[in-house]
């Protein structure tokens, strides 16, 4: 398996990374709201103590001798000055007075926020004093008439709660890589698991082939998505199979067909090279070989045209064709040529309607030939055929209705389709090869039409061929009909 390539991977992948912006996203969340809430409390407190500094009333105190500074601000503010560090700048920045605790060093007080408080407004800020605590100091600056007179500044080490945010940090940096680990394992073994009847499907897919197309994959849960893919694979393979027996089936049937007349033509020869000695012995047999021949020539070019119109490749020579008309021409040249043959079955054209269709000429007198023959041939002798044109709704319906001896309902599904017969010994004496109604039903379709039959054995076979109708051309008046 391809790592990279593989669904599993980019599934754990994705939710990998996820997972760590959601986790980054809302560790930042709560490490900044937590922070901000310490700032905002000591920054409350500094507060209060700064604000009392600065207030005029602490103008005398605020001079107080630097030896009495300290003991100033505990008399001040009691306990609530412990732990912090106070100074107080001149308005230049020099240090007019500074907390014990401060040991002479200095708070910073940087450009940027002189400058601010020069404009009046309060700075809190997080720094550092050389040897001392990180720490929170707020700086406000002290007004008389307008002039920055004093700069207050008083600072809280963190302590404990800087301390909390570190921990937390850590627990963080620790948790968030292990967590998303711990998680991507688990997401790779879930997509494993899901994915597990995907390769399930792709081994029994890969054993299948031409050999064993009828092997079929194994359909775990027909209502989830691999379900519903190994169901549809295994209809393609249906289909596949399907297609394969009737090739197989198609060759069978084919060299099946054209070897019978070949050994008649073999048989004849050989039978004739060896006693034939008067022409007409030689006639005769030439004659029944003629008779093959021509029966093979039929087969090949009914295949020829049935494999053009099952590709869509025939070429149809359409044209406006009123059906009554054509269809009448046909039985009457039908009739004309069962008396040449002095055979008693009659097609009679029924009843007529008028109907406009597009098509050619020469396959749809191939479709209704075919269908009137096996009509004929089908139905005893002296039997009457019935042919029947019925035109509505668009449509132009011709129906070939014989009293023949119709077909049974096993067969009904399988006679369209190519060397198809219901009685092989039979049809192979008439000189049929089971091909006509599968090439009807190819030219009907060309055509746009469809063709169905409905049958009862012992009384006869109704074969309906359905077109689409086109409105009557409107008449010229210019042309004389
Ligand atoms: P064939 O060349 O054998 O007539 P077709 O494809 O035309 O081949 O017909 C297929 C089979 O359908 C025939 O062999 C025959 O058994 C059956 N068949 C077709 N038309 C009729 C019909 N009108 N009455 C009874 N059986 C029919």
Redesign the pocket.
């Known amino acids: 398996m391809q790592l990279r390539r593989s669904i599993r991977f980019s599934l754990t992948l994705w939710y990998a990374l996820t997972l760590a912006v959601i986790m980054l996203v809302f560790s930042s969340f709560v490490y900044l709201t937590i922070r901000a809430g310490i700032y905002k409390q000591i920054d409350r407190e500094l507060n209060k103590i700064a604000e009392a500094l600065a207030s005029p009333t602490m103008e005398p105190f605020r001079r107080a001798a630097p030896s009495v500074f300290d003991q100033v601000l505990e008399d001040f503010f009691g306990t609530k000055i412990n732990g912090k560090y106070v100074q107080l700048l001149e308005a230049d920045g020099t240090v007019a007075a500074a907390s014990k605790n401060l040991n002479n060093q200095r708070f910073l007080l940087s450009r940027s926020t002189y400058r601010k408080a020069v404009a009046g407004e309060s700075i809190h800020e997080t720094g550092q004093v050389n040897g001392l605590p990180d720490m929170r100091i707020v700086t406000i600056p002290v007004f008389n008439d307008q002039k920055l007179v004093r700069v207050v500044q008083v600072g809280a080490p963190f302590g404990d709660e800087l301390e909390t945010l570190d921990k937390l940090l850590v627990i963080f940096g620790i948790s968030i890589p292990l967590g998303i680990l711990l998680l991507s394992g688990g997401g790779w073994f879930l997509a494993g698991q899901a994915l597990r009847p995907v390769d399930l499907l792709t081994r029994t897919a890969q054993r299948i082939t031409a050999e064993n197309l009828s092997q079929r994959l194994e359909v775990l849960n027909p209502d989830d998505e691999i379900g519903r893919l190994a169901e549809t694979f295994n209809s393609t393979l249906a289909r596949l199979e399907a297609s394969f027996i009737r090739t197989r089936r198609f060759f069978v049937d084919i060299s099946h067909e054209l070897r019978t007349p070949l050994t008649i033509i073999r048989g004849e020869t050989e039978v004739g090279l060896k006693w034939a000695k008067e022409p007409d012995d030689f006639k005769e047999i030439l004659q029944s070989n003629l008779d093959e021949v021509k029966r093979m020539s039929d087969i090949v070019e009914s295949l020829l045209d049935l494999s053009r119109a099952e590709e869509g490749g025939v070429h149809l020579e359409m044209q406006e064709i009123e059906l009554g008309e054509f269809l009448q021409a046909l039985i009457h040249d039908l009739n004309q040529q069962q008396k040449h043959l002095e055979q008693e079955s009659r097609v009679l054209l029924e009843s007529v309607a008028s109907a406009w269709i597009m098509g050619d000429m020469r396959r749809l007198r191939q479709v209704f030939l ?1 269908l009137l023959n ?2 004929v ?2 139905s005893p002798e002296g039997s009457t055929v019935r042919v029947e044109l019925v035109a509505e709704a668009g449509r132009a319906r011709v129906s070939v209705v ?1 009293r ?4 049974p309902a096993e ?1 009904i599904d399988h ?1 369209f389709e190519r060397f ?4 092989q010994s039979r ?1 192979r004496r ?1 000189g ?7 090439l009807v039903k190819s030219l009907t379709e060309a055509h746009g039409g469809k063709v169905y039959v409905e ?1 009862n054995v012992g009384l006869g ?1 109704t ?1 309906t061929v359905d077109l689409p109708a086109i409105p009557a051309p409107a008449e010229c008046p210019f042309i004389a009909s």
Request: proline residues 0%; aromatic residues 10%.
């Open positions: 075919n096996n009509a041939s089908y014989d023949g001896t119709g077909i067969d006679i198809y017969r219901v009685d049809n008439d049929g090869a089971g091909l006509g109604l599968s049958s076979s074969f």
